[in-house]
């Protein structure tokens, strides 16, 4: 019993995904409504119905008391989190008891994050990103539903069974050889070919990575490319698997493959087989989630309706047809959120994936646009707060500034498209009471100006990035066969490890390698928050796969006991802990989040600040905490570079406190030594 539903203020329904049963509970709720003789309500309209009440409700709130309700129960136990961003409501519900408050703020934050992804500014404009998630062509709407919806399903699926969801940091092959050996080959080679190609039509290869399922193999970047923030990564990690997905249960090896496999013990050694005299294995069919259809019989009726419903599906990804993406880059003058960017997505083999970033010619105009929105988002701040006259405009970049820009930048757009003549009215008119004499100058009368102003920018923003304005034989990405030969060019170098590379990434790290150095240890995770990196042991909960934690029932206990055990510990952290220990049964957790420079000297521990209960959630792929909380700590350590390290571990209940915490020492240096991975 889940959904999720985003509305406008009116109570339009922006964007719905439901579960099965939360869909069929509204379809026997609305039908059993309906007079005789007549059909059932569409879908939409019912959960508009059943939403409206909430929403109308939420806005009387606002409106009369300023504030409104962010949670509630019902008499039935079904959980409601509601969250208001500018003009868009998100409501997540949950009526089977699987997830609680927390988890579904995170879901309505990470919802917004991958809409950001997708759609950039133009969700800083209400009207547009309404006009956006809710487009007029009924047939148009339904495939971006669709694609939302599969998204959110394949963010659900990885955070309730990978562990580098469950913490929000990425987690790499560890594999030191291979991995260097194929980053100076992303440098070198396929790079390097790409961006000196005459094909790639003015577009630049900023990132190359390599994805093994969720684990990134290979990740190289060029130099003139702004670091990757983990938030961004984390978020086309879940488009790749959303595009190509992993269905690792398809292809789970025995019992007497682990050691083989796990690559950790010090006597660890893999010689590849000979590359296969053909190359069919690299055709294969692609794997997809979900269980072995059912073939039954069902009523005409019902079947073509199905079969009308067809029409309606996404059409498997073209490869070579990029997405635009909206990632944030680190310039000299400072962040840069948004930015338009093209992501290439090169299946290699089932399981292994080529991912390649893009620099497109036009980027340039959305570090203007988002330069001159700030400028004006601070003025409005500043009109709302009182401020007017001079005191309006003080700051960088003041408005005064930004006026001989955007008069050069709206003239370099030319006259011919429409919105570049809206924007040259509503800045005309701008000019005239802002800075004309006898005007009305810079009061509050301006406020509504300012916004006018932003729903301008933003439309420019939309139609550079958003729409194909671009003559029909004029290129805009990698040519196909450029894209074919760095698919080859990578096939070929993996060609002798895709076997090994598709069962290491199940078995990355296993506890056999630890369980001398420290008995009675369970399980660990280890995460460096400077770089967004993890580093745990595998969990495997098939039925089919045998480890250290046992079979099926048991490995799945575990399981349950260590995302319970990340919940608690974020909660903690929430009012202010850094370090938590609790004893469950059996078991016995630790968690411990400290500081250190670059040198690795431990930092002393000041007081951790304490969130508010409507906070955004603690992670690094909806909202970054931990880089504002490393801000917030850098205070007290001016000229350091200052480093953040969470661990996490179970013990055996039995073995004595004093024990597991010189385990925790030991394991928290030991994990992060050059001469072990070097690569992390």
């Given at each position: 019993m889940k959904c999720l539903l985003i509305a406008s203020e009116s109570a339009e329904v922006l964007f719905h995904w439901t579960d099965p049963e939360f869909q069929q509970?509204?379809?026997?709720?609305?039908?059993?409504?309906?007079?005789?003789?007549?059909?059932?309500?569409?879908?939409?309209?019912?959960?508009?119905?059943?939403?409206?009440?909430?929403?109308?409700?939420?806005?009387?709130?606002?409106?009369?008391?300023?504030?409104?309700?962010?949670?509630?129960?019902?008499?039935?136990?079904h959980i409601y989190v509601l969250h208001q961003f500018d003009e868009c409501l998100y409501i997540a519900v949950n009526g089977d008891g699987e997830e609680?408050?927390?988890?579904?703020?995170?879901?309505?934050?990470?919802?917004?994050?991958?809409?950001?992804?997708?759609?950039?500014?133009?969700?800083?404009?209400g009207n547009l990103i309404r006009r956006e998630l809710r487009p007029q062509d009924t047939e148009q709407r339904a495939r971006l539903w669709k694609h939302l919806q599969s998204l959110l399903e394949t963010y659900s699926h990885l955070r309730e069974n990978d562990q580098s969801f469950l913490v929000e940091a990425?987690?790499?092959?560890?594999?030191?050889?291979?991995?260097?050996?194929?980053?100076?080959?992303?440098?070198?080679?396929?790079?390097?070919?790409?961006?000196?190609?005459?094909?790639?039509?003015?577009?630049?290869?900023?990132?190359?990575?390599?994805?093994?399922?969720?684990?990134?193999?290979?990740?190289?970047?060029?130099?003139?490319?702004?670091?990757?923030?983990?938030?961004?990564?984390?978020?086309?990690?879940?488009?790749?698997?959303?595009?190509?997905?992993?269905?690792?249960?398809?292809d789970e090896t025995g019992p007497e493959d682990v050691e083989t496999a796990s690559g950790s013990g010090p006597e660890s050694f893999y010689t590849p087989e000979p590359s296969p005299t053909d190359r069919d294995s690299s055709s294969s069919e692609k794997p997809v989630r979900g269980s072995t259809p059912v073939f039954e019989f069902v009523d005409p009726d019902i079947q073509m309706a199905e079969d009308s419903l067809?029409?309606?599906?996404?059409?498997?990804?073209?490869?070579?047809?990029?997405?635009?993406?909206?990632?944030?880059?680190?310039?000299?003058?400072?962040?840069?959120?948004?930015?338009?960017?093209?992501?290439?997505?090169?299946?290699?083999?089932?399981?292994i994936t080529l991912v390649l970033l893009t620099k497109i010619p036009t980027s340039e105009v959305a570090v203007s646009v988002y330069r001159f929105l700030e400028a004006f988002a601070k003025l409005e701040k500043r009109l709302n707060e009182g401020q007017e006259g001079s005191s309006a405009t003080?700051?960088?970049?003041?408005?005064?500034?930004?006026?001989?820009?955007?008069?050069?930048?709206?003239?370099?757009?030319?006259?011919?498209?429409?919105?570049?003549?809206?924007?040259?009215?509503?800045?005309?008119?701008?000019?005239?009471?802002?800075?004309?004499?006898?005007?009305?100058?810079?009061?509050?009368?301006?406020?509504?100006?300012?916004?006018?102003?932003?729903t301008q920018l933003c439309g420019i923003y939309r139609q550079c990035f958003l729409i194909d304005s671009w003559p029909v034989d004029i290129p805009q990405r990698l040519s196909p066969g450029l894209q074919e030969r760095a698919q080859s060019m990578v096939q070929e170098k993996l060609m002798d490890w895709k076997d090994f590379l598709l069962v290491k990434s199940k078995r990355n790290i296993t506890m056999v390698s630890f369980l001398e150095d420290f008995p009675g240890l369970i399980h660990f995770i280890c995460v460096d928050r400077s770089t967004g990196q993890m580093i745990a042991p595998s969990l495997n909960v098939t039925e089919c796969t045998t480890s250290e934690l046992g079979k099926g029932p048991v490995a799945q206990f575990i399981k349950r006991k260590v995302w319970s055990l990340v919940g608690a510990t974020r909660r903690y952290l929430q009012k202010g802990y850094s370090t938590v220990t609790l004893r469950d049964g059996d078991f016995y957790f630790c968690y411990f989040l400290w500081f250190e420079n670059e040198t690795g000297y431990?930092?002393?521990?000041?007081?951790?600040?304490?969130?508010?209960?409507?906070?955004?959630?603690?992670?690094?792929?909806?909202?970054?905490?931990?880089?504002?909380?490393?801000?917030?700590?850098?205070?007290?350590?001016?000229?350091?570079?200052?480093?953040?390290?969470?661990?996490?571990?179970?013990?055996?209940?039995?073995?004595?406190?004093?024990?597991?915490?010189?385990?925790?020492?030991?394991?928290?240096?030991?994990?992060?030594?050059?001469?072990?991975n070097p690569l992390l």
């Open positions: 509970h509204i379809q026997e709720q609305y039908g059993a409504a309906q007079e005789e003789g007549q059909g059932l309500p569409a879908f939409e309209d019912s959960i508009s119905t059943l939403f409206a009440p909430i929403i109308i409700s939420c806005s009387t709130m606002v409106d009369r008391l300023g504030d409104s309700y962010t949670c509630f129960a019902t008499e039935n136990n609680g408050e927390d988890d579904l703020k995170r879901k309505i934050y990470v919802m917004k994050k991958m809409i950001e992804v997708m759609f950039g500014m133009v969700t800083l404009s990425v987690e790499r092959l560890i594999h030191p050889t291979l991995c260097e050996q194929c980053i100076e080959f992303l440098e070198r080679r396929l790079v390097q070919q790409l961006n000196s190609s005459v094909e790639r039509a003015g577009e630049e290869v900023l990132h190359a990575f390599i994805l093994v399922h969720t684990k990134l193999l290979a990740f190289y970047s060029s130099r003139n490319a702004s670091s990757l923030a983990t938030s961004d990564l984390l978020a086309l990690i879940i488009m790749a698997q959303n595009m190509y997905p992993s269905n690792i249960e398809l067809q029409t309606l599906e996404v059409p498997p990804p073209d490869p070579s047809t990029p997405r635009r993406v909206f990632l944030e880059v680190s310039q000299k003058e400072g962040l840069y959120p948004m930015m338009p960017h093209s992501m290439y997505c090169l299946p290699l083999w089932p399981g003080r700051g960088q970049p003041t408005i005064h500034d930004i006026r001989s820009k955007l008069d050069k930048f709206i003239k370099a757009l030319g006259p011919s498209e429409i919105q570049s003549a809206q924007l040259q009215n509503v800045w005309t008119e701008f000019k005239n009471r802002a800075f004309a004499r006898g005007g009305p100058g810079f009061n509050k009368d301006l406020i509504p100006w300012c916004k006018h102003m932003k431990k930092l002393e521990a000041g007081e951790m600040p304490i969130l508010p209960d409507d906070s955004a959630p603690i992670g690094m792929l909806a909202w970054d905490y931990y880089r504002k909380l490393m801000r917030y700590y850098s205070k007290n350590h001016q000229g350091e570079v200052v480093k953040c390290y969470e661990l996490l571990t179970v013990h055996l209940g039995i073995i004595p406190t004093e024990i597991i915490l010189q385990h925790c020492r030991q394991l928290a240096s030991k994990l992060w030594e050059p001469s072990r």
